[in-house]
C-alpha cells in the first residue's frame, strides 16, 4: 500500500455551542465549551490513518499546553508525527469556532503553522505512488514547495484550497486533484456559487480553470454529494440523507478518505463514493478530529446500503 503524506495545520479547536449564530454586535448565551484537535493538516491525516492509510504529517505546533496534547492525540491515531515540530517563537494554531443548529462559522489564528518552511516539508521521503496532500492554512509557498517534491517523486498531489484565497496557475499546475466546494470554486473563478445552484451551473464554473486534462476537480456539496470532473467528463456522487450534528470537519474528513482510498489503489470513482460515505458519518458526530470514521465504520455502511439524498 503507499503512504499518505499531509502537509498542513494543526489547531485546537475551541467550541462554543448556541442556539444560533449572533449578528454583528451582538452577544448570545451560549451552551458549552469544547476543546477538540483539529486543523486542515490534522484533520486530513487522521482521516486518512483511521481508515487505514500508513499516514504522516508534516507541520508544526508550538511548546504550550495545546501542543502537547495535540501531538498526544495525533500519535494515538495512528498519524506519524516524526516531522511535526515544537516551535516556541508562537503558540499552537488555535481555531475559535461557533456551532449552532449544526452550521459553524470558524476564526483561525495560525500560530506555528504560518511557520512551516520548505525545510520542514523537505525531510520526509516520497515514493511514486504516495499521496500528497495540503491545504491553505499552512504558507502558500510550502505548499508549492511539498508540491514540487511529491512530483518529482511521482506521488499524487491532492490540494484543498481551503481557506479561499486566490493562488497562481503555478502552484494550480502541480496539483493532480483540486478538491473545493462551492464558495472556494467561486472565488476561483469570479463567480457567485450557491450550494443549492444546479449541477450544471458548478460545472460550468470548474471549466472555467485553466486546462489540464489530467487534473480531477471535485466540488463537494455537503448532502447534495460531490460533483467531479474526471478528465473533463462530469460525475455526481449523491450524497447521504443523515442528521447532521457538527459539520466541522467534513470536508477535511472526505479528503482524507479520498486519500486513504487511492493510496490503496482504488479508481477515483470508488475513492469518492468511499469519501462521500465517511463525511456522512463524520457530521454525526461532534468535533474535528475525534469524529473521523474508523474503516469498520464506513464498511458498515457501505454494506448495510442507505437511502441516497436526491440532488
Do not use: W
Amino acid at each position: 500500500m503507499a503512504r499518505v503524506f499531509v502537509a498542513g495545520s494543526i489547531n485546537m479547536d475551541v467550541v462554543a455551542t448556541a442556539d444560533r449564530h449572533p449578528r454583528i454586535g451582538e452577544t448570545v448565551a451560549g451552551k458549552a465549551v469544547l476543546y477538540f484537535p483539529g486543523g486542515k493538516g490534522a484533520n486530513q491525516a487522521v482521516s486518512a490513518a483511521k481508515l487505514g492509510a500508513p499516514t504522516t504529517l508534516i507541520g508544526r505546533v508550538g511548546t504550550d499546553a495545546f501542543g502537547r496534547e495535540l501531538k498526544a492525540f495525533l500519535a494515538a491515531q495512528d498519524v506519524d508525527i516524526s516531522f511535526v515540530k515544537d516551535t516556541a517563537e508562537a503558540h499552537s494554531g488555535t481555531a475559535v469556532i461557533t456551532i449552532a443548529k449544526a452550521d459553524n462559522t470558524i476564526v483561525v489564528v495560525p500560530g506555528a503553522n504560518g511557520l512551516v518552511s520548505a525545510e520542514d516539508i523537505a525531510a520526509p521521503v516520497l515514493a511514486k505512488g504516495d499521496i500528497a496532500v495540503s491545504q491553505f492554512e499552512i504558507p502558500l509557498a510550502t505548499v508549492s514547495a511539498f508540491f514540487k517534491r511529491a512530483r518529482a517523486a511521482g506521488a499524487t498531489t491532492i490540494l484543498n484550497p481551503a481557506p479561499a484565497v486566490e493562488f497562481g496557475t503555478e502552484l494550480l499546475d502541480l496539483v493532480d486533484i483540486l478538491i473545493l466546494n462551492e464558495t472556494e470554486l467561486g472565488l476561483l473563478t469570479k463567480t457567485e456559487l450557491r450550494d443549492s445552484d444546479e449541477p450544471a451551473r458548478f460545472v460550468e464554473a470548474a471549466r472555467r480553470l485553466p486546462a489540464n486534462l489530467g487534473r480531477t476537480i471535485c466540488v463537494t456539496l455537503g448532502k447534495r454529494g460531490v460533483l467531479a470532473l474526471i478528465e473533463g467528463q462530469s460525475l455526481l456522487v449523491p450524497g447521504h440523507q443523515v442528521k447532521a450534528v457538527d459539520t466541522t470537519g467534513a470536508g477535511d474528513c472526505f479528503v482524507g478518505a479520498l486519500a486513504a482510498q487511492l493510496a490503496s489503489g482504488r479508481t477515483i470513482d470508488e475513492a469518492l463514493d468511499y469519501a462521500n460515505v465517511a463525511a456522512s458519518i463524520c457530521v454525526r458526530r461532534m468535533g474535528a478530529a475525534p469524529s473521523m470514521p474508523t474503516a469498520a465504520e464506513v464498511a458498515a455502511i457501505i454494506s448495510a446500503g442507505r437511502p441516497e439524498a436526491p440532488l
